[in-house]
């Protein structure tokens, strides 16, 4: 049973789109019992419901509902199987499966950094419908209650986190150095699949970093898509909360901050 839990937990914390496959109901003689899941997702698998052609046409169902997900939200499936002849299973029993597919919802941002700003802005972001992921290697930096949607990582390579963030995270990066935050900057564009890579800093912290990122070879493709200063043009103020609004304003006004990225808060959605 701890199969299925831990992959689907690591499923949504990693914001992969999974299914949740249920045997609703045994009628006879079945491979496995009332109650018994499995989740999988388009490449992977956790758990069994009892092998077979049950359980083949089953990751196949499951897997139709994943291509789904660019279409509208769907209900919650029910399919029934017989086990005799139509599956070739010598069971002879019959068996309802219940469908429900896993899909994270918000839009994933990652904060890398946790001094003043980033503090701020976690305490505005922890009232929007989005999922955090707060890094930095001091742990004396975080606040001893985080929102509920915010998740700390404290680590000495905030670059190896990076490297694990879902496809489409907004990144932040606002680091207590320069240097590590040129070296987030350098990971974070080169990943190339992120919806938005930001760091603190004014213009001529952001002519310093072209020019060293030029050197280390990144391409002028790669150096457009970054953000620096971040936030909202023309609204002033040094004052950390007031750097927040204007960061998490930018975030909001995105082209892609859609219905889909700003939905309820919930950790899964099922379909």
Not at 9 to 15: F, G, N, V
Not at 190 to 209: E, M, N, P, Q
Not at 220 to 231: A, F
Request: glycine letters at 12%; hydrophobic letters at 40%; a neutral charge.
């Amino acid at each position: 049973m701890s199969d299925w839990i831990t992959a689907l937990a690591r499923y949504q914390e990693a914001a992969i789109p999974a299914v949740l496959v249920t045997m609703l109901t045994v009628r006879g003689s079945a491979p496995r019992e009332a109650g018994t899941k499995m989740v999988v997702t388009s490449d992977e698998q956790a758990g069994s419901i009892g092998g077979g052609q049950l359980e083949f046409q089953a990751l196949a169902i499951a897997r139709d509902l994943l291509g789904q997900q660019g279409g509208p939200p769907a209900s919650p499936l029910v399919r029934e199987f017989p086990l005799g002849p139509a599956l070739g299973q010598c069971c002879g029993g019959s068996v309802s499966v219940l469908f429900e597919a896993m899909v994270p919802v918000g839009r994933p941002i990652a904060i890398f950094g946790a001094g003043h700003v980033g503090r701020a802005l976690v305490r505005i972001l922890g009232d929007l419908p989005c999922r955090i992921t707060w890094v930095d290697p001091r742990e004396e930096e975080f606040p001893e209650t985080l929102p509920t949607n915010t998740r700390k990582i404290v680590g000495a390579l905030p670059t190896h986190d990076l490297a694990d963030l879902p496809s489409g995270t907004a990144v932040l990066i606002m680091t207590h150095s320069h240097q590590l935050d040129l070296q987030l900057v350098e990971a974070a564009l080169k990943r190339g699949d992120l919806s938005y890579v930001g760091v603190i800093g004014s213009a001529t912290k952001r002519a310093r970093f072209i020019q060293q990122l030029r050197r280390r070879g990144l391409s002028q493709g790669e150096i457009d898509r970054l953000t620096c200063p971040i936030g909202l043009p023309g609204i002033g103020g040094k004052h950390p909360v007031e750097i927040a609004i204007s960061v998490a304003a930018q975030l909001i006004a995105l082209p892609d901050a859609g219905e889909r990225q700003w939905a309820e808060p919930s950790t899964v959605t099922a379909l």
